[in-house]
């Protein structure tokens, strides 16, 4: 065995026909800077650079390996090229997104009374003046913010309950029969549900039942109801299945009834995952304009009433002050507060998603294993 | 306490047991009757449009002349997205499961899923404001030199708000979509597929092709499909992006409209015979949206046994 092992030879037999490991970083460098001087000629910039030296790094390095290593490691490292460089170019409207928001929203954020002002009595003749006259840019989304909140508890108040009785079903007493099964079928396409067309069945369920051109927040808030259900179902179904059956037959050998098992063994086991798939579907729903634009309309002062009155929220105020600028002759304020508002929403957002993980993190059963 | 319940419970117990497993049931029940009722409630309410005169719609020329552009630049919206999203999302989806580090894997795949959490208006408001202006150079010089191609006729529209820029942020939009499905589906690939075929000496990329694409096939094709019928639904983008107007073949003029935004801007101030037509355009959006869903779940249904988009 000893004998056959020939560690020198052997090794440099097998690398040899291959790329020296320092090949990609040689191309890299010259493509840089080949790509800097190619830019320079036609005019610079850092996009154009970017891609011109993507292009000539995945062009050198397939090149040069397709005549050192042959035609399958070409192909292996043209591969490579073209999946890092669809990441790479997935990141950049995230990166864009999100500068954009910051750089114009910071501004708009910025202003006194931006968070706790409503836009009550606020013309286009404030943000004239404040155009021409440089006055500080007045009004704010207090208002929208209220109705955003008021929208979406009452929305998840509606949703939770129904989503985890469903999944309950589902998982404790569905047994795969054909009611569960159609359960999860029409579940599923529900996810798949547009959401104004979720506004407009609120919308015309309002009207048919209570009077035409009924706008609420509460109509809003069925609205964000239909999308947030299946959300909830799907997440509280998959935390409720890894729940072990051991805990449950403990629990029955105990002569524990199945309903007290479910609420006492089962949902506390698997509550830190169904609270973080609750936190998601707020977050998922918190940001939906459509349905809101179709069911709530569009208010410009506070309402505390979810039954009754229009009722404004972040979305729907970005929406309408970026379309329908407060004064038509300078939108400049209307989307300075547009901005400062996507900025509001976006931390909104992004805070429940953290929340949720942490969620999911810190009341985590503890594993006994 | 854990006492004291057990053995209080007896008595209480059945009726409990009942009443419990009634409440879930109705619970179930329940979802089936809300999307039992939004068909219902919008056909009844679409049954107004539909049945007028042709001369009372807008447009004047009755139903279906008013909802057919719609529901090609619907078509046309959405087939943009796919086109560059399929692609890239598949590479992401490749790279997260099988070419990036491990240890980095998880927090890249994080980064892709906060593309989904950002919100459909500041798209909308990000493909209007900075989007459509960047794009513009780009579409005068493809109606420069590629003009002779129908979908880039000129002349481009100075403002860059075309079906071109809200395709391209729909696209963005349904990314995240199609990459997590596809990754749960990728990293599902047998384990044994996968090196036995690295055993025979195959590269990572034709391991890869051998192994992993096979496997996933049908779930990337319903992936797509879920992409689709996010991409056809989504409201915001098109209708801040989107300087709409009549049906047109070119991609870089302002024209066309989607059903969803038509909805959207129309809705609010709409009253009348109006309502029930946009009613009856959403209940076309419905139907498409639902049959493409429906064909994306029974393709997972069917292959069941490995996909994990189910």
Redesign the interface.
């Known amino acids: 065995m000893t004998s056959t092992l020939t560690p020198v030879q052997k090794r440099s037999a097998l690398t040899k026909g291959q790329l020296p490991k320092w090949a990609p970083y040689l191309v890299l460098g010259t493509a840089l800077i080949l790509g800097a001087a190619i830019l320079a000629l036609i005019g610079f910039n850092a996009f154009g650079w970017g891609i011109v030296s993507a292009i000539l790094f995945a062009a050198g390095l397939v090149g040069w390996s397709a005549i050192v290593e042959g035609s399958r490691r070409a192909k292996d490292k043209l591969a490579t090229c073209l999946v890092v460089g669809s990441f790479l170019v997935a990141l950049l409207p995230l990166i864009s997104v999100i500068w954009t928001v910051l750089v114009n929203g910071l501004p708009g954020l910025m202003d006194p009374g931006f968070l706790n002002t409503s836009m009550n009595g606020v013309t286009g003749a404030f943000d004239n003046k404040s155009v021409e006259e440089g006055a500080p840019v007045v009004g704010g989304i207090y208002h929208a913010l209220l109705g955003t909140v008021q929208i979406t508890l009452l929305a998840t108040v509606i949703s939770v309950p129904v989503g985890l009785l469903t999944a309950v079903y589902l998982v404790e007493y569905g047994n795969d029969r054909t009611l569960a099964r159609a359960i999860t079928f029409f579940v599923d396409v529900m996810t798949g549900i547009p959401s104004i067309v979720a506004g407009l069945f609120a919308a015309a369920f309002f009207f048919a039942v209570v009077g035409p051109g009924t706008k609420t927040g509460a109509v809003a808030a069925v609205a964000l109801s239909v999308l947030m259900i299946p959300v909830v179902v799907r997440s509280s179904e998959e935390m409720l299945k890894i729940v072990p059956n051991e805990l449950r037959e403990a629990a029955y050998a105990l002569g524990v009834r199945k309903w007290r098992t479910i609420l006492k063994v089962v949902i506390p086991t698997a509550i830190s995952g169904i609270a973080s798939g609750v936190t998601l579907a707020i977050a998922r729903v918190i940001g939906e304009t459509a349905p809101i634009l179709v069911t709530a309309g569009f208010a410009t002062s506070i309402n505390t009433n979810v039954f009754s009155g229009w009722m404004a929220s972040l979305p729907t105020f970005i929406y309408t002050q970026i379309l329908n600028p407060t004064s038509p002759s300078n939108p400049d304020p209307s989307s300075q507060r547009a901005w400062g508002a996507a900025l509001v929403l976006i931390i909104l957002v992004m805070l429940l998603n953290l929340g949720a993980r942490l969620i999911a993190r810190l009341f985590a059963p503890k594993a006994g294993r | 306490m854990?006492t004291t319940?057990?053995t209080s419970?007896r008595g209480a117990?059945?009726t409990?047991?009942k009443?419990?497993?009634a409440?879930?049931?109705?619970?179930?029940?329940?979802?089936?009757a809300?999307?039992f009722?939004?068909a219902l409630?919008?056909v009844?309410?679409a049954i107004p449009a539909l049945t007028a005169s042709p001369d009372k719609i807008q447009g004047g020329e009755g139903f279906f002349a008013y909802i057919w552009p719609i529901v090609v630049g619907t078509l046309i919206a959405a087939a943009i997205a796919l086109v560059i999203a399929t692609?890239?999302?598949?590479?992401?989806a490749?790279?997260?499961s099988h070419?990036?580090p491990r240890r980095l894997a998880s927090g890249?795949g994080y980064?892709?899923d906060?593309?989904a959490?950002?919100?459909?208006?500041?798209?909308?408001?990000?493909g209007?404001?900075?989007?459509a202006k960047e794009i513009s150079p780009a579409y005068n010089w493809l109606a420069g030199n590629m003009g002779w191609l129908p979908i880039f006729h000129g002349p481009a529209s100075a403002t860059g708000k075309t079906i071109l820029t809200a395709g391209i942020v729909l696209s963005?939009m349904v990314?995240p979509i199609i990459?997590s499905l596809s990754r749960e589906i990728f990293l599902q690939t047998p384990k044994l597929h996968e090196e036995a075929a690295l055993a025979l000496g195959a590269?990572?990329?034709?391991m890869?092709r051998m192994a992993v694409l096979p496997f996933a096939r049908p779930g990337i094709v319903s992936a797509v499909m879920?992409g689709l019928?996010?991409a056809?639904?989504?409201?915001?983008a098109v209708?801040?992006v989107l300087s709409s107007g009549a049906l047109t073949a070119s991609l870089i003029q302002s024209g066309n409209q989607t059903i969803?935004a038509e909805?959207?801007l129309n809705?609010?101030e709409a009253?009348g015979l109006q309502?029930s037509t946009?009613?009856a355009a959403?209940l076309v959006?419905?139907l498409i949206?639902?049959g493409?869903?429906?064909i994306?779940?029974w393709i997972i249904?069917k292959h069941k046994e490995f996909s994990g988009a189910?």
């Open positions: 854990t319940s057990l419970s117990g059945r409990g047991d009443v419990f497993s409440a879930t049931l109705a619970a179930g029940c329940l979802i089936l809300v999307l009722g939004v409630f919008l009844v309410q692609p890239v999302a598949i590479g992401v490749l790279f997260i070419f990036a890249l980064l892709i906060l593309l959490a950002i919100p459909s208006v500041v798209y909308g408001a990000w209007a404001a900075f989007l963005v990314l990459t590269t990572r990329w034709e890869n879920l019928g996010r056809l639904g989504e409201t915001m209708a801040l969803a909805i959207a809705f609010p009253s309502v946009l009613i959403g959006l419905f949206t639902l493409v869903n429906m994306a779940r249904t189910n």
